[in-house]
């Protein structure tokens, strides 16, 4: 007998059909030569700091660093049943060889050969590798089996990537939560993450807005614009100048230009549009994607290519065509510009399996639906001719100042007819101003006169930064530090595409970062960690440094324990650098007694002496140890005009000073008015004042 073992059962029931290992047993299938069984997940982990030791029980610095000579593992209760059968599967009798079918990845090799090493067995491992659930997939990926032992550098990069997270992990998380007095959870890719997202929070508060002014002249069929300039008097002077005079075309400057169409998805480029597109969080869509994986619609989805190799022409072609003619499009589908062997390592791009062609996918869960449709149409877009367009830049010249305009003419729609089309379908249509919808200028030339035009100013204010969607942030994760990153690095950025989204969700279930609609927005807590925290601990280098040794350990040209030694030198340096707080961050957490370590809402910043003002269920105070600012909710001046101090109102009056109502209650005439409300504080006491518009006053 053959013992095949799966990641999840979802997977082994799809195997065990094409084997036709159909017999139902407690904990695995079976048939014919077959035995299938599943883990879930991560069967077997690393164990918690106390099994080192009683000392460990206790959070104490005295007790740091925690550096295990050897590692031990555990197996939560939920879990012991299904390892029991694993164990005697894999050491039954008639059974003489085992089939790693978990998914092909370095998660998928840990998660194998912990539970192997865990059921003491010793029996003939063959790996199994493929990239599609497919019937055809399966049945040939079994034909190409391969020595486990092929893969025992991957296994051992796996490894050294847990237990190396795991080391910094808690240690650093006891050490800054020794020091300061709170939970502090510090971890290797987390903590970056959430530097980028304080820093971010940080552009966002800090920014003024200015105003600026463009001059511009309407010539009938178009507008054309001068320079903006931020004093308004300096713009009126040349709108003056311009206004009822001749505009005369000086130049005109014609390019044909291209589009390539897109590449194909790799997981962060998915869960980054389906954000954008149906705002998707990065695990909501990896939840989708997975289960698209084990309905045998989509391919592997946990990859970081975005190619394909040369011996999928053939079934990409078949599929494109089809989906061509489902979508009503006429070209000749272009499959070659998607082959890069070189660009493939252990997986390609994420594409539908032949199995969207005989299935009806509007039976699927919306979710589901949302991403397979996606992944059709990024594909049907990746081998689509390109886009061709033609831009015209003028040049005009009115009252002795110069004006340009710009505009665009479409030659070939291309694959933006599809991208078009398909966004269009939506039901929440996103934003497409993307500098392709340039208007279309009339036929200018040289000496071109329009007669006495009209001239005026456009008035603008410079625009904050936008705070981080899961979308940018996924963008800014992968490319974070690429630039002190060799070339040749096969992995750049923060984690990796499968982690990105754990990444985020952990630093949302720790309290360090919320969710306002789509923007991650980091809270107080989140904001005093990343204070405190020394700079190489929040660093993107830290993680590009490890990820580019963990590849020298999957090559075989760096050892596991060379790795893991150099991981014990910095955590031993990390716990001698630090054995007290800096003294500017003494009382971060100390806020009113019980620290700033709840997961507590930033609102604003303090008006009296700067520090953060967060939530309570009583009202708004702020975080500072010595100073007394606070925003009661029960508060008789709103009480009395029926209106309630929420969040978003005193976020209004700490960041704007006022915040304006159209309907405020009158106690003395029982009528309602409009006004805004004034915060005024004098570093004492807080009042409020109304404010009525021009030529209104209370009823």
């Given at each position: ?44 982990e ?15 610095y ?29 050491n ?48 040939e ?21 847990a ?25 290797r890719?987390?903590?970056?993450t ?27 069929d ?21 206004d ?8 005109v ?7 390539a ?8 480029a998915?869960?980054?549009?389906a954000?954008r597109?149906?705002g ?48 009503g ?23 539908p ?54 505009g ?35 036929e ?118 060379a ?64 100073c ?6 029960d ?7 029926k ?7 005193a ?21 309602t ?5 004034l ?11 109304l ?9």
């Amino acid at each position: 007998m053959k013992l095949i073992v799966t990641e999840k059962p979802s997977v082994a029931r799809s195997i065990g059909l094409v084997l036709n290992a159909k017999q139902r047993k407690d904990g695995f299938l079976q048939g014919g030569e077959w035995l299938v069984t599943w883990c879930y997940g991560h069967l077997v982990e690393l164990a918690p700091a106390d099994a080192y030791g009683e000392q460990y029980k206790r959070w104490s610095y005295d007790t740091l660093p925690i550096l295990p000579d050897e590692w031990k593992y555990r197996t939560s209760e939920g879990k012991k049943k299904q390892l029991d059968v694993l164990r005697s599967l894999m050491n039954r009798a008639d059974v003489d060889s085992i089939v790693n079918a978990c998914d092909a990845g370095r998660e998928g090799e840990l998660i194998f050969r912990l539970v192997y090493q865990q059921t003491r067995c010793t029996k003939t491992v063959h790996r199994l590798w493929i990239s599609s659930l497919e019937d055809t997939t399966v049945r040939e990926g079994f034909t190409k089996l391969r020595p486990g032992a092929d893969f025992d550098n991957l296994y051992h990069a796996a490894l050294c990537r847990a237990q190396a997270d795991y080391t910094v992990g808690i240690n650093a998380t006891r050490l800054f939560s020794c020091i300061y007095g709170a939970t502090l959870n510090v971890g290797r890719v987390q903590s970056p993450t959430l530097a980028l997202i304080v820093g971010r929070e940080a552009a966002v508060r800090s920014f003024v807005s200015e105003p600026f002014y463009t001059p511009e002249i309407d010539c009938a069929d178009f507008t054309a614009y001068g320079e903006r300039h931020t004093d308004f008097e300096d713009a009126d002077a040349i709108r003056s100048a311009s206004d009822g005079r001749d505009a005369v075309v000086l130049s005109v400057e014609k390019q044909t230009n291209t589009t390539a169409p897109p590449k194909l998805f790799d997981l962060t480029a998915l869960q980054r549009d389906a954000n954008r597109l149906f705002g998707y969080t990065a695990q909501q869509t990896l939840d989708y994607a997975q289960s698209l994986y084990e309905k045998k619609l989509i391919t592997y989805p946990r990859v970081d290519s975005r190619y394909l190799t040369s011996d999928m022409r053939g079934s990409v072609t078949e599929l494109a065509e089809w989906l061509q003619k489902e979508d009503g499009s006429n070209f000749t589908p272009d499959v070659d510009r998607l082959i890069n062997d070189k660009a493939v390592t252990d997986h390609h791009a994420i594409i539908p399996t032949p199995g969207v062609m005989k299935t009806d996918t509007a039976s699927l869960p919306s979710g589901e639906c949302d991403v397979l449709n996606l992944i059709a149409c990024r594909l049907l877009c990746a081998v689509a001719p390109v886009h061709v367009y033609e831009t015209t830049a003028a040049v005009l010249e009115c009252g002795d100042h110069k004006y340009t305009t710009k505009g665009k003419t479409v030659i070939t729609d291309g694959w933006r007819a599809i991208d078009t089309a398909y966004k269009a379908s939506l039901k929440n249509k996103p934003d497409t101003d993307d500098g392709e919808n340039a208007a279309v200028l009339p036929e200018l030339y040289e000496g071109l006169t329009y007669r006495s035009v009209t001239a005026a100013i456009r008035e603008g204010k410079t625009s904050p930064p936008k705070q981080y969607t899961e979308d940018t942030l996924l963008s800014a994760m992968e490319s974070t530090g690429a630039d002190d990153i060799p070339d040749d690095a096969e992995r750049k950025g923060l984690g990796t595409p499968a982690t990105r989204a754990a990444t985020i969700e952990k630093l949302i279930k720790s309290g360090f970062v919320e969710r306002q609609k789509k923007n991650l927005v980091p809270t107080a807590k989140g904001i005093n960690l990343i204070s405190v925290l020394p700079e190489d601990i929040k660093s993107p280098m830290l993680t590009a440094e490890w990820e580019q040794k963990l590849m020298l350990v999957q090559k075989g040209e760096l050892t596991d324990t060379a790795f893991m030694d150099g991981i014990a030198l910095l955590t031993r340096g990390l716990v001698e650098a630090h054995r007290a707080p800096a003294p500017e961050y003494a009382d971060l957490f100390a806020a009113s007694g019980k620290g700033v370590t709840n997961g507590d809402t930033l609102v604003g910043t303090c008006p009296r002496c700067g520090s953060p003002v967060t939530e309570s269920s009583k009202g708004f105070f702020c975080s500072g140890r010595a100073c007394r600012f606070a925003l009661w909710k029960d508060n008789r001046f709103f009480g009395a005009k029926k209106i309630k101090l929420d969040k978003k109102t005193a976020a209004a009056l700490l960041t704007e000073g006022r915040v304006f109502f159209s309907v405020l209650h009158s106690e003395k005439t029982g009528k309602t008015y409009a006004a805004a409300v004034l915060l005024e504080d004098d570093g004492e006491k807080t009042n409020f004042k109304l404010e009525f518009e021009k030529g209104r006053d209370k009823k």
